[in-house]
């Protein structure tokens, strides 16, 4: 697993370096879209049956406000409209980052 090596807020993206030297450049809009929590991406019970999850696709204009790093295995984005419940993996985020951002 790559584990970042600095993370900064610059213009709308965060960016990271990885310990491999790497770098990855995310929009703010892409990682709020992309919150692998519950308040988001909603539940599902043992049925199949959702519960829950966010209906607004488009988080233009959303801002990185501050992020933390959990443990040894995640970090965790504060934006501006007071959503920050989600834990993004280390290895999410290098995913995150190899993905196209559509024009």
């Given at each position: 697993?790559?584990i970042?090596?600095?993370?900064?807020?610059?213009?709308?993206?965060v960016?990271?370096?990885?310990?491999?030297?790497?770098?990855?450049y995310?929009?703010?809009?892409?990682?709020?879209a992309a919150?692998?929590?519950?308040?988001?991406r909603?539940?599902?019970d043992?049925?199949?049956?959702?519960y829950?999850?966010?209906?607004?696709?488009?988080?233009e204009g959303?801002?990185?406000?501050?992020?933390e790093?959990?443990g040894?295995y995640?970090?965790r984005?504060v934006?501006?409209?007071?959503?920050g419940s989600?834990l993004?993996?280390?290895?999410?985020?290098?995913r995150l980052g190899?993905?196209?951002?559509p024009?």
């Open positions: 697993m790559n970042p090596a600095d993370v900064q807020l610059i213009g709308h993206e960016a990271i370096r990885w310990d491999d030297g790497k770098e990855s995310l929009p703010f809009a892409l990682l709020r919150s692998p929590s519950a308040a988001v909603g539940e599902r043992i049925f199949g049956t959702q829950g999850g966010e209906s607004q696709k488009n988080f959303i801002e990185v406000t501050h992020w790093r959990i040894s995640a970090l984005f934006f501006s409209d007071g959503h989600g993004y993996p280390y290895d999410y985020l290098r190899n993905t196209p951002t024009e």
